[in-house]
């Protein structure tokens, strides 16, 4: 049963911390999806990768974010320094090709105190 | 740029009843996807409409895709509790766009 993970599920941590983000995609799926969920925002599109290669991160804020492939099985989204606004849930979805089906990962909820 | 905007926001249903979601494009989409999330989980696919004009059913739920390809609808026939949850349209142009969802309660 092929799935999207995300590791942690569940991370709580103090202003000015680094956040790691970690997501596997579904094996032979090339393109990736960050998304940020939050009850003012709704489902944000923070950046995407295909073919490990960076297509589009104009949603996410650039001083403070970052996101990378490092190799087609993983997915890193880094919060430095982190803030009490980015507290959110924080979704990786992977897809087969551009135009397909998004399969979303369990997210990752983030609390920045 | 491409904008997605859904209505309702909230729906509150009688189980039984029908209810309908909207969601329209500022721009001709390529195709649109439609995404459950139940409370506390995350988004699911549930159809993705390509044609001008294309409705497809599963169930008790009818997705239609505008003539202009600019807008799109969620039908739910005889609301079940199975249904709570939100409802999202993604229209993709050049990259997917998801609108703000509609939140689905149901009363026993």
């Known amino acids: 049963d092929a799935r999207v993970t995300q590791t942690p599920r569940d991370k709580v941590t103090e202003m000015g911390q680094e956040v790691t983000m970690r997501c596997q995609p579904i094996l032979g799926h090339n393109t990736v999806f960050w998304y940020r969920q939050t009850m003012m925002q709704g489902l944000e599109l923070l950046a995407y990768?295909?073919?490990?290669?960076?297509?589009?991160d104009s949603g996410m804020p650039k001083d403070r974010f970052s996101a990378e492939m490092p190799d087609a099985t993983l997915a890193t989204l880094k919060i430095q320094p982190s803030e009490p606004r980015d507290s959110a849930v924080y979704f990786c979805?992977?897809?087969?090709?551009?135009?397909?089906?998004?399969?979303f990962g369990p997210g990752t909820r983030l609390t920045v105190l | 740029g491409q904008q997605v905007m859904q209505i309702p926001q909230y729906q509150h249903v009688q189980e039984g009843e029908d209810f309908t979601t909207y969601c329209n494009s500022s721009?001709?989409?390529?195709?649109i996807q439609w995404y459950k999330q139940r409370p506390g989980g995350h988004p699911v696919f549930l159809i993705q409409l390509v044609k001008s004009g294309e409705v497809k059913k599963q169930k008790r739920l009818t997705f239609q895709f505008g003539e202009a390809k600019k807008n799109s609808s969620l039908h739910i026939t005889a609301t079940q509790t199975t249904d709570v949850g939100t409802y999202f349209c993604a229209g993709y142009d050049y990259k997917l766009s998801f609108g703000a969802g509609t939140t689905v309660t149901v009363r026993a």
């Open positions: 990768f295909r073919n490990r290669a960076p297509l589009d």
């Open positions: 721009t001709t989409l390529s195709n």
């Open positions: 979805a992977s897809q087969e090709a551009l135009g397909y089906e998004q399969f």
